[in-house]
């Protein structure tokens, strides 16, 4: 059977304290790690996803410009076009037309 004395288990105590404490700090380092990592995956995902719905958005768009174009015998009228990407609201304009001469 061991016995301990007083003054032992107090030196042991504090060692155990001492464990604890480096254990804990360790344990919040890896933490700490393991959740920036999944964080990063997260947010990742969520713009991988935020592009895959605008790229059906922008086929959207472009089907809806050219659908769009009017031909007239030769000449090719083009209306203004809006289309949304991320939320913004943005107009496709006829680019052979000079806003200048307007």
Known sequence: MLALTL?????IAIAVVVVFVLAAFLAAWIMK?????VATVIVLALLAFAVSTQRTSLQDCADKVQGNFDPVG???????TDCSFFGTTITIKDPRVDEDAA
């Open 33 to 37: 790690t393991i959740v920036q990592k």
């Open 7 to 11: 003054e032992s288990a107090k030196t």
């Open 74 to 80: 030769t000449n090719v009228t083009v209306t203004d």
